[in-house]
């Protein structure tokens, strides 16, 4: 299958501060990608869906102030959490859209284990 | 997107067949049924998807039934490896969209 890429694995930030995490399709171009967060114990939850080129669309409740999303190529996305907190610390997923070539199957990174102090 | 319903948890012997069921009683015509799997503290791997017809591939099979409001992800010979959360999402392929809506899927455990 296709390979999706994260970085950094994992992260520890003071509070208060931003952090970015990148999300790169390796061996395919993903015009859409997508930022999941997952709590211990719990189901992935969907935060927002990213178009190359345009605005990222976020899901209800999630704060786009808070959770920048950029994806300026066809390869590269990225999460910044702004301003970061305690409640913010889980476990930041993306996934990308490999359309033209296995029929939009969506593929899933490695997940950054955000932990904030 | 259709909702899922799974059962929260499953337990196999190892090289037996683990059956995993999936209802998706209001699936509507241009939904796909998608399977992916998550192993603890890694992002989900995609298992196989289908429509209407049965598939096949190297790491599982997927059985539709005829009215498609159930389906069936089938490993054929469970490891230990295999154990893991399995999440049944049925998705409407789009050009801008198909989004994937995760519920709280099968946790299987695969047992000596």
């Known amino acids: 299958g296709a390979v999706v890429s994260q970085h950094p694995s994992w992260v520890i930030c003071k509070s208060g501060t931003s952090v970015k995490i990148e999300c790169r399709s390796l061996?395919?171009?993903?015009?859409?990608m997508f930022w999941y967060r997952q709590f211990p114990k719990q189901s992935l939850m969907l935060m927002a869906t990213?178009?190359?080129?345009?605005?990222?669309?976020?899901e209800q409740g999630v704060e786009k102030d808070k959770f920048l999303i950029n994806h300026a190529s066809l390869t590269l996305s990225t999460l910044t959490v702004t301003s970061a907190h305690p409640e913010d610390s889980s476990f930041y997923i993306c996934s990308a859209r490999d359309r033209p070539r296995s029929g939009n199957t969506i593929y899933f990174g490695e997940g950054s284990w955000l932990t904030v102090v | 997107d259709a909702k899922t319903t799974q059962p929260p948890s499953m337990d196999c012997a190892e090289g037996r067949a683990a059956n995993l069921p999936c209802n998706h009683s209001?699936?509507?015509?241009?939904?796909?049924v998608y399977w992916y799997r998550q192993i603890h503290s890694q992002g989900p791997q995609y298992i196989i998807h289908g429509l209407k017809n049965n598939e096949t591939n190297e790491m599982a099979s997927l059985i539709i039934t005829e009215d498609r409001k159930s389906s069936t992800l089938i490993l054929p010979h469970a490891t230990l490896r295999d154990t893991a959360v399995y999440y049944c999402i049925v998705r409407v392929i789009t050009s801008n969209t198909g989004k994937l809506i995760f519920g709280q899927g099968t946790t299987l455990q695969v047992k000596p």
């Open positions: 061996d395919f171009q993903a015009t859409t």
């Open positions: 990213s178009n190359e080129g345009s605005k990222a669309t976020y």
């Open positions: 209001t699936i509507s015509g241009n939904e796909y």
